[in-house]
């Protein structure tokens, strides 16, 4: 698994663990609210970091990295 990806993955599951808990719930099952809260968490981190990359990239003013945020955040209704 690429480094970065593995990164994101162990934040994510940090960061839901902290809103939700255990993703096994006090008599032992899955707690399919936190497994299902991870995958947005993930998905969102990884959204943000290639946001990030566009913008690293605008600021060294390349061509068409700025429509490429835009329809990035569009798409997934994400804020930077």
Same mark, same amino acid.
């Not at 993703?23 to 990884?46: C, M, P, R, S, W």
């Given at each position: 698994?690429?480094?970065?990806?593995?990164?994101?993955?162990?934040?994510?599951?940090?960061?839901?663990?902290?809103?939700?808990?255990?993703?096994?719930? *006090? @008599?032992?099952?899955?707690?399919?609210?936190?497994?299902?809260?991870?995958?947005? +968490?993930?998905?969102?981190? &990884?959204?943000?970091?290639?946001? *990030? @990359?566009?913008?690293?990239?605008?600021?060294?003013?390349?061509?068409?990295?700025? +429509?490429?945020?835009?329809? &990035?955040?569009?798409?997934?209704?994400?804020?930077?």
């Amino acid at each position: 698994m690429n480094p970065r990806i593995k990164q994101l993955a162990e934040q994510a599951w940090i960061d839901t663990e902290e809103t939700f808990g255990s993703f096994v719930d *006090e @008599i032992g099952e899955i707690n399919y609210t936190f497994l299902h809260a991870y995958d947005q +968490e993930f998905a969102q981190l &990884i959204i943000l970091d290639c946001l *990030e @990359i566009c913008k690293q990239r605008e600021q060294a003013n390349l061509y068409g990295v700025k +429509e490429a945020l835009a329809t &990035i955040r569009e798409h997934f209704e994400v804020e930077l």
